[in-house]
């Protein structure tokens, strides 16, 4: 069969030499529209690291001193911290609230801030350190658990939240415990900074799972810093919250219908008192639609339209091309040849162009590949340790050289399966009639 592939395919050399280029070009243009797609959309489906289907947020307010109501003795920093950390412990007593915990500043997993440092492990001598991001905590508030981050090795997420924190202390997940001291195991383990008179070394007390700080992007080097205390003037109204978890079967829409009304009575403490309420996913996605959403959806969109017309134009070509061979159709049915025979001869003389168009359109694209390097989907620096396919050059060309030719073997396959099986399927005397 495939002898007879081949000696068809050369006999109508001048007519194929079309589709190859055809089948050339689309492969090269298929390469470039689906790649920053396929490693977007993969880095997006990366877990998150923390469970957040089971995560709320509840944003803060103030009241200011011209409104009703406004208490000028609870308006001094430690009372409004007092008034804060009431209204956590009260949202910890809620039924359907399995755990909470505070959550300032505008720098922490999900979130459209960031805040971070460089850091170097001990003993590495290079003139520039790591950038690392930062997501501050109040130690003694269950922040660890509230998140649900998975444990590393050594301290448990509810002992990292009850450790006494030295100035110089933090937590790290394994993502960067990986790649800044290439092990999993995090004790005795400390970055350092150094300049002309001093050196400082920060300590790191324990590690939790690989976190994505950008929930559409691959983990980044991240630490958790303890702060000795929070300047509540500073982040209400806008970065004050209380970050709930919802005990396990508690569904998140009754949660938020019987929530919101108790919520809108009862928290309030002082001049704060609760404004809104949201899940977690729902903020994750906020922030997503105002950074990476609108160009993952356009480049989304254009692989969809130009997939709708690579089916629209190679299918027609094949089909046309395929319609014109009654004739001959009708010479190997009147020599015996079953229609299911013709069938499958059409559909690899197809299979071997896609093939070769295929691998020729992918070798083309591949010398940009290498000149210029493939998608980082919405990284926007350097991947710092390679971790997954993507990150593998030549696992990264033939994965999403698999997918362009998948699909290009499918349209052409639909291009000529159609038209071959109703003509295999014609008398030969009416194929033949026009010869």
Request: charged residues 20%.
């Amino acid at each position: 069969m495939l002898r007879l592939i081949l000696k068809t395919l050369w006999a109508r050399r001048k007519r194929n030499g079309w589709l190859l280029a055809e089948l050339i070009l689309v492969a090269v243009l298929s390469w470039a529209i689906f790649d920053p797609v396929i490693v977007v959309t993969h880095d997006r489906l990366l877990p998150l690291g923390y469970d957040a289907d089971r995560l709320c947020l509840v944003s803060m307010d103030a009241l200011q001193p011209s409104a009703p109501g406004y208490d000028s003795l609870s308006a001094g920093t430690d009372a409004l911290m007092q008034s804060y950390l009431n209204l956590v412990e009260r949202v910890r007593q809620y039924p359907d609230v399995e755990q909470a915990t505070p959550l300032l500043g505008f720098s922490y997993p999900g979130s459209q801030g960031s805040s971070s440092s460089s850091y170097r492990a001990e003993g590495d001598t290079a003139k520039r350190g790591t950038n690392v991001y930062l997501v501050e905590f109040l130690p003694h508030t269950h922040f660890f658990e509230t998140y649900g981050f998975r444990p590393g090795k050594g301290l448990t997420p509810a002992e990292l939240s009850d450790y006494d924190y030295g100035v110089n202390d933090l937590v790290i997940d394994e993502n960067t415990l990986d790649y800044m001291f290439h092990t999993d195991d995090p004790r005795r383990k400390r970055f350092w900074e150094y300049n002309e008179k001093d050196t400082t070394y920060i300590n790191v007390v324990g590690s939790v799972g690989s976190v994505k700080f950008y929930s559409d992007q691959r983990p980044i080097p991240l630490a958790f810093v303890r702060v000795e205390q929070w300047d509540l003037d500073e982040y209400v109204p806008e970065d004050a919250r209380i970050l709930i978890r919802l005990k396990e079967g508690v569904g998140t829409n009754r949660f938020l219908h019987d929530f919101k009304p108790w919520m809108l009575q009862n928290l309030r403490a002082g001049n704060l008192y609760a404004r809104d309420l949201k899940t977690y996913r729902q903020g994750i996605a906020e922030v997503e639609f105002n950074t990476s959403t609108p160009i993952y959806r356009r480049n989304l969109l254009v692989a969809v339209f130009f997939l709708v017309n690579l089916c629209l134009g190679v299918v027609g070509t094949f089909w046309l091309q395929t319609r014109t061979r009654r004739e001959e159709v009708g010479v190997m049915l009147s020599f015996g040849a079953t229609p299911g025979r013709i069938v499958r001869l059409l559909l690899g003389e197809g299979a071997v162009l896609t093939t070769v168009g295929t691998l020729i359109g992918c070798f083309i694209y591949l010398q940009y590949g290498i000149s210029e390097g493939f998608s980082k989907g919405a990284m926007y620096w350097d991947i710092l340790r390679p971790e997954y396919w993507t990150d593998f050059f030549w696992v990264h060309f033939f994965i999403v050289s698999l997918v362009v030719y998948v699909v290009l073997l499918v349209v052409v396959s639909v291009g000529v399966y159609i038209p071959a099986h109703k003509i295999s399927r014609i008398p030969p005397t009416e194929a033949l009639r026009d010869e």
